[in-house]
Nanobody, 120 residues
Framework: VQLVESGGGLVQPGGSLTLSCAASGSFFSINVMGWYRQAPGKQRELVASITSCDSTNYADSVKGRFTISRDNAKNTVYLQMNSLKPEDTAVYFC???????????????WGQGTQVTVSS
């Protein structure tokens, strides 16, 4: 199982970016998908998550600015980021809790990370 992210980059404050993360490989189902971020010198933190039933959860710092969504047919999760601030600068990691077989418990898989830099 692999998670491949795309969409990071450099953007000015107030700008927008959309991150994508696609899961590939052999697996039974994907439960929760989410995005985490880690800024230099800080711990990795949850940004947003979404269940297979489209129930969402957001960090307080991004509520109203970021939107998480998923396309179950494409095994892909998206993070639309609007009104970006310099403090949003971090490496963003995709996470998915995946059952590789029906009997196995969900296991955490991670993407390689994509840099988001918000700066003028």
């Amino acid at each position: 199982v692999q998670l491949v992210e795309s969409g990071g980059g450099l953007v000015q404050p107030g700008g927008s970016l959309t991150l994508s993360c696609a899961a590939s490989g052999s697996f039974f189902s994907i439960n929760v998908m989410g995005w985490y971020r880690q800024a230099p010198g800080k711990q990795r933190e949850l940004v947003a998550s979404i269940t297979s039933c489209d129930s969402t959860n957001y960090a307080d710092s991004v509520k109203g600015r970021f939107t998480i969504s998923r396309d179950n047919a494409k095994n892909t999760v998206y993070l639309q980021m609007n009104s970006l601030k310099p403090e949003d600068t971090a490496v963003y990691f995709c996470n998915a809790k995946i059952k590789t077989t029906f009997l196995r418990a969900p296991y955490d898989y991670w993407g390689q990370g994509t840099q988001v830099t918000v700066s003028s």
